[in-house]
C-alpha cells in the first residue's frame, strides 16, 4: 500500500512539478543546442520506429496500434529514464 501511494504521488505530483519548475527556471540564452535535439529526438526516431515495425510486422497488427506501440516506446520512460542517467553523466548542474 505505501508503495502505490509513493507510485502514484511520483507520477502525479512530484515528477510534473519537477519538470514545471525546471522549465520555469532555464534560461534559453544563445544558440539552440543543435546536438542535444538531434540526440534526443534521433533517439525517439528509431525507437519510435523500431517499435512500430514490431509491432505491424512482426506481430501482425494493424498500422493504428503500430503508432500506439512507437509513442508509448519512444516516451514513455523519457524522465524516469533521462533524469537519472543526466544527473549521472553531468551531475546536478546538468540537470537544468
Known amino acids: 500500500e505505501l508503495g502505490e501511494g509513493l507510485g502514484e504521488f511520483v507520477f502525479r505530483v512530484a515528477v510534473p512539478l ?3 519548475r525546471t522549465i520555469a527556471e532555464a534560461e ?6 543543435w546536438r542535444i535535439w538531434v540526440a534526443y529526438f534521433g ?3 528509431v525507437t519510435w520506429t523500431g517499435a512500430h515495425l514490431i509491432a505491424t510486422i512482426g506481430f501482425k497488427r494493424d498500422r493504428r496500434i503500430g503508432v500506439l506501440a512507437g509513442v508509448s516506446a519512444g516516451f514513455a520512460n523519457t524522465v524516469f529514464i533521462g533524469l537519472p542517467l543526466v544527473a549521472r553523466v553531468v551531475g546536478q548542474d546538468g540537470l537544468v
Not at 28 to 33: E, I, K, L
Request: hydrophobic fraction near 65%; glycine fraction near 16%.
Open 18 to 20: 519537477l519538470l514545471f
Open 28 to 33: 534559453f540564452a544563445g544558440d539552440a543546442p
Open 43 to 45: 533517439g525517439v526516431a
